[in-house]
C-alpha cells in the first residue's frame, strides 16, 4: 500500500534510502524490462513472470499480498517477520497511510498497481499509471500490473518496466467467448477454424468447442488465453535477453491503435524515463524498420554526443559521404572505393558519413554503438520526417563546426544530395558537390572526379603516418564515451613516451611502454581501460565514477558495496571504481543511479583491480 498522486514523471526518490527487497533480484536489463528471480518458497521464479489467478486464490503461489486495510499490513515495516515474498498494493489515489509509510523501511519484494484494469480509457492513463508508479517505487522491487494483460500487449508491458502479470484478463474473456490471438481477440463466432496449436486447440474442433456447454467452453477458452499469454509472456522474455525487445514492442503494437498510441507518448513524453535506462551499447543490431524507430534513445543519444562529445580533427576539408549497408562503413565496397579515390590524402580530410536515422556519422566514430550496429530498409525513397531528421542533424554538425574547414565537399546522389544542398542554402555555405545529377556516388565517372576533387585541393600534402591516423579513432571514441579532454590526454605523446597502437581495425590497443592503456571492443562499439589507462586520463571521468566501500572486489561489484555513483552511468558503460582499499576499472550492469538504489543485484563487472 502504497500511493502518491503525481503529475509528472520525474523520479520521484520516495524510497531513496530503504531497504526493500529481500526475495527479488533484478539480473538483466534491456531498457525499462528486467529479467529477475523471485524467490519462492523451495523455486525460483523468472519474471516476467505470469500468475495464475487460480493458484494465487488456491494458496499455491507462496506469495503474500498486502492492503493497507490489513490487519497484518504494519508486519512489512519487519524485515525478518516473513519467510514469503510479500507484496503492497499501490493506490492510485494519496491514501492517508502514505504519508506513514514514505519515510520508513518497508519491506516489500513487489508492488500491485491497483485497480489497473480501468487505464484502458486512455494511452495517456495508461503511459502515467505506469510510469508514475514505477518511478515511485524502488529499482529492485518488481511491479505486479493486474488483470490487464493480453497476448496483444504482454511485451509492451514489460517494455515499460512491469515485471509481472496474471492470466485474469485470459481468463474473462474466455466467459466472454473472446479467444484471443497475438494480435488482438476474435469473438468465438466469428471464428470458422481455430488458429493455435495449443494443447486446447489441437485436441477439438470449433465446432465440438462451440458444442460445449457455457462453463466448460469457457474453461476450454480461458485454458487457450492463457497458454498464448505464456507463450508471450516467454517470447518477450527471450527478447529482453538477447537486447531488442524494442523492436519486437514495435511491431507488436502495429496491431492496435490504443498500444501504438501508447508507444508514441512513450517516445515523445518519457524519453528521460528511458534514456536513465538504456544501455549505452548493445552486441545485437538494431533494425530501425518503422517510423517509430526514428525516436529512439539511442538515436537521440547518438545524435546529442555527436554534438556534445566530438571534436573534429583538424582539417581543412570536410567530405560528406552516404552511409552503406555493411558496417563499419569502411568494411562496405562503396567506402572502399571512395577511401581508394581519396588515396594517400585521406589523413589531411574529415570523412563525415550522411545517414538515416543516426544523422551523421563522424568516420572516427563508425565503430561506436550504434553507428556499427544499425540496419534500416533501403529504398532510395526518404519520407519527410526522416530528411526533417537527418537534415536537422547535419545542419546542427555544420553549424558547430564549419569553421573547422575550409570546403566543404559532398559526394552524395539522390536524397542525401537534395538533404546536403537544403542544409547548404539554409546556412549559407558553398559545397562542392561531385555526383552529376542522376549518377551514382560509386560509378566510375563520379569517383573519378571525387579523385580530382581532393588531390586538386590538397596539392603537394603529405601522407598522415598510421600513428596519428589511429589515434584520431581512439581519441574520438574517448571523447565520445567519457567527456572532451578525455581522448587527447589518453593518446597525446608526452615527452619521452613510447606509446603506440597496435592490432587491425577496428580492434585497436593502445599501450605505453609495453602496457595496455586501452583497446577498442569492436563486439560492443565501446572503448575499454586498463587500469593504466584509467589512471592516465582520471581527472576525464568524473561523470563515469563509482564510489565503493572499504574492500577489494573480486569479478563482480554488488549494489549494497556501492557507497556512490555518477548520474550519467549507464549499463555497459565503462566505469572506475574507487574505494579505500581498492581502484579499478569494469563494466557498469546498472545504471549509476540505480547502483545507489538498490539493495541487490550486480552494479559493475569488475575487469581490473588494483588494491590500494
Ligand atoms: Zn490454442
Redesign the pocket.
Known amino acids: 500500500m502504497v500511493n502518491v498522486k503525481i503529475e509528472n514523471s520525474k523520479p520521484i526518490k520516495t524510497f531513496k534510502n530503504c531497504k526493500m527487497t529481500k526475495f527479488y533480484e533484478v539480473r538483466r536489463r534491456d531498457g525499462a524490462a528486467r529479467i529477475g528471480i523471485l524467490s519462492l518458497p523451495g523455486e525460483k521464479k523468472q519474471t516476467p513472470l505470469l500468475f495464475r489467478v487460480d493458484a494465487l486464490s488456491t494458496g499455491e503461489e507462496a506469495i503474500k499480498v498486502v492492503h493497507a486495510e490489513d490487519s497484518n499490513f504494519n508486519d512489512l515495516f519487519q524485515e525478518d517477520l516473513w519467510d514469503v515474498p510479500r507484496g503492497a498494493v499501490l493506490l492510485p489515489e494519496v491514501h492517508p497511510l502514505f504519508t506513514n509509510v514514505k519515510d520508513a523501511p518497508l519491506f516489500v519484494d513487489f508492488f500491485v498497481l491497483s485497480i489497473a484494469s480501468n487505464m484502458h480509457n486512455s494511452p495517456r492513463d495508461f503511459v502515467r499509471r505506469i510510469i508514475d508508479a514505477r518511478n515511485m517505487i524502488p529499482p529492485d522491487v518488481a511491479l505486479w500490473v493486474p488483470a490487464i494483460a493480453t497476448a496483444e500487449n504482454a511485451a509492451l508491458l514489460f517494455y515499460m518496466g512491469v515485471d509481472i502479470i496474471d492470466d485474469t484478463n485470459a481468463v474473462i474473456n474466455g466467459y466472454q467467448a473472446i479467444y484471443q490471438v497475438e494480435e488482438g481477440e476474435i469473438r468465438l463466432n466469428e471464428l470458422e477454424e481455430?488458429p493455435?496449436?495449443?494443447?486446447?486447440?489441437?485436441s477439438l474442433s470449433i465446432n465440438e468447442l462451440r458444442g460445449k456447454d457455457f462453463k466448460e467452453r469457457a474453461l476450454l477458452l480461458a485454458r487457450?488465453n492463457t497458454?498464448?499469454l505464456d507463450k508471450e509472456t516467454k517470447k518477450a522474455k527471450e527478447r529482453i535477453r538477447a537486447g531488442n525487445l524494442r523492436e519486437y514492442v514495435e511491431m507488436k503494437v502495429r496491431s492496435s491503435t490504443f498500444l501504438t498510441a501508447v508507444l508514441r507518448i512513450l517516445d515523445l513524453y518519457e524519453s528521460e524515463y528511458f534514456e536513465l535506462r538504456t544501455p549505452i551499447a548493445r552486441r545485437g543490431c538494431m533494425k530501425a524498420n518503422t517510423m517509430e524507430s526514428l525516436k529512439r534513445i539511442e538515436v537521440k543519444r547518438f545524435a546529442n554526443r555527436v554534438l556534445e562529445r566530438y571534436e573534429p580533427p583538424a582539417r581543412k576539408i570536410l567530405l560528406i559521404l552516404p552511409c552503406s549497408a555493411r558496417k563499419p562503413y569502411s568494411t562496405s565496397p562503396s567506402h572502399a572505393k571512395f577511401i581508394d579515390a581519396i588515396g594517400d590524402y585521406r589523413g589531411h580530410i574529415h570523412e563525415l558519413i550522411l545517414t538515416s536515422p543516426l544523422g551523421v556519422v563522424p568516420r572516427e566514430l563508425e565503430v561506436v554503438y550504434p553507428a556499427a550496429f544499425y540496419d534500416i530498409p533501403v529504398t532510395g525513397y526518404w519520407d519527410a520526417e526522416e530528411r526533417e531528421w537527418v537534415s536537422s542533424c547535419l545542419h546542427a554538425y555544420l553549424e558547430r563546426n564549419l569553421r573547422n574547414y575550409d570546403t566543404v565537399v559532398a559526394h552524395l546522389s539522390g536524397a542525401y544530395k537534395e538533404i546536403c544542398s537544403g542544409v547548404a542554402e539554409d546556412l549559407g555555405i558553398k559545397v562542392v558537390f561531385t555526383c552529376e545529377e542522376g549518377v551514382d556516388a560509386t560509378s566510375k565517372e563520379s569517383l573519378e572526379r571525387l579523385r580530382n576533387c581532393v588531390s586538386e585541393l590538397c596539392g603537394d600534402k603529405k601522407r598522415l603516418s598510421g600513428f596519428e591516423m589511429k589515434a584520431s579513432v581512439i581519441k574520438a571514441m574517448a571523447d565520445f564515451q567519457f567527456c572532451i579532454g578525455a581522448g587527447n590526454e589518453l593518446v597525446a605523446r608526452k615527452e619521452g613516451e613510447r606509446i603506440k597502437i597496435t592490432g587491425r581495425y577496428p580492434s585497436f590497443k593502445l599501450s605505453l611502454g609495453g602496457g595496455v592503456l586501452a583497446r577498442i571492443v569492436s563486439a560492443y562499439g565501446t572503448l575499454a581501460l586498463t587500469v593504466n589507462g584509467a589512471r592516465r586520463i582520471e581527472n576525464f571521468l568524473s561523470s563515469y565514477n563509482v564510489e565503493i566501500g572499504d574492500f577489494v572486489p573480486e569479478g563482480s561489484i554488488l549494489a549494497p558495496g556501492v557507497v556512490n555513483a555518477s548520474e550519467q552511468i549507464r549499463v555497459n558503460d565503462e566505469v572506475v571504481f574507487v574505494g579505500e582499499k581498492a581502484f579499478g576499472v569494469g563494466r557498469a550492469k546498472m545504471s549509476g543511479w540505480e547502483m545507489v538504489e538498490s539493495r541487490r543485484g550486480v552494479a559493475v563487472q569488475v575487469r581490473e583491480v588494483r588494491p590500494l
Not at 196 to 202: E, G, L
Open positions: 481455430l493455435c496449436n495449443c494443447s486446447v486447440c489441437a487457450h497458454a498464448l
